[in-house]
């Protein structure tokens, strides 16, 4: 059996859950290959040689990257094949659901059969940082739900999503995010005072939107994704990212430190409130369908 997992990633949550469900899918018997798409590459991949196809993506304000919408839209999947959906985002409010309309309506006019749709949780890469106690706990979370996925794509075991109507309308009107990065870009600089010349944010950059000019400055083009690879992975925090500085975050997740951390007491509570509200309802079916399956 061989399964491709066609991916975008961001700072690299996507890549890195990419990885792991090659790991679990390889320890049942498949055999699986990885390809992170390159914004700038459309090139048509061959899928006939394929039993299973996962399709995954970070989530983009309610929807999905439009590098990764325009990938998928140029490939050409064959009739009844099996396919996957897998996304990820640093909240799991419902309205999350339909940001992956447009890649359900690409799989139906080809005649795929999508049979499930799995939502991890990743750390944010902006608005604020997550405290390393919650994002072991998700990390954790998260592998449960690798459980789940593996158990239910073996078995034949549907598991999709119905987008609601009030989702679907959110996810259309938020879209206007797909121009947002272009326009952001005009306000983005860099503080060459803290700035050290490594050219990293240069050599990342998904879209070659970053270049240093004749004196030395870095500089910023206008097609950017507003990924948050280049002010996320800045070893200096040197890059101001315009009308968002506010919510700018630094400085990369150690996961494997991190997944080897011990918890003392839950982060999570039937009683927590506020932005992280959300993930009571997903712990809690998580664990319900986990031990479903499993048992305690």
Not at 92 to 109: I, P, Q
Not at 238 to 255: D, T
Request: include cysteine; proline fraction near 4%.
């Amino acid at each position: 059996m061989r399964c491709l997992l066609i991916y975008f990633t961001g700072t690299f949550n996507t890549r890195y859950v990419s990885q792991q469900l090659k790991k679990r899918l390889e320890s049942v018997g498949y055999e699986v290959d990885l390809y992170e798409i390159d914004p700038l590459n459309t090139e048509h991949l061959d899928l006939s040689g394929y039993d299973l196809i996962g399709l995954g993506y970070p989530i983009y304000g309610y929807n999905a990257p439009w590098p990764f919408l325009k990938f998928i839209r140029k490939q050409k999947f064959p009739k009844g094949i099996r396919t996957f959906i897998y996304k990820n985002s640093g909240e799991t409010e419902k309205v999350n659901d339909a940001s992956s309309l447009f890649v359900w309506r690409k799989l139906k006019r080809s005649k795929a059969l999508i049979e499930n749709e799995y939502h991890f949780m990743m750390p944010y890469n902006i608005h604020f940082r997550f405290d390393e106690r919650l994002v072991k706990e998700i990390l954790d979370m998260d592998e449960k739900l690798y459980d789940i996925l593996i158990y239910e794509i073996t078995h034949h075991i549907p598991n999709i999503k119905r987008y609601k109507l009030w989702h679907r309308i959110v996810t259309r009107a938020v879209s206007i995010q797909f121009v947002g990065g272009d326009v952001n870009s005009f306000f983005y600089k860099t503080d060459m005072e803290k700035c050290t010349g490594c050219g990293l944010c240069i050599r990342q950059c998904p879209m070659h939107n970053i270049r240093k000019d004749e004196t030395g400055t870095i500089r910023f083009d206008h097609h950017c994704l507003m990924c948050m690879r280049c002010s996320f992975f800045c070893p200096t925090n040197a890059i101001h990212i315009g009308i968002l500085q506010g919510w700018r975050v630094n400085g990369q997740y150690n996961f494997k430190a991190i997944r080897e951390m011990t918890l003392d007491e839950p982060v999570i509570t039937p009683d927590t409130q506020g932005f992280f509200r959300c993930y009571v309802d997903t712990y809690a079916y998580i664990n319900n369908r986990h031990n479903e399956l499993f048992g305690q």
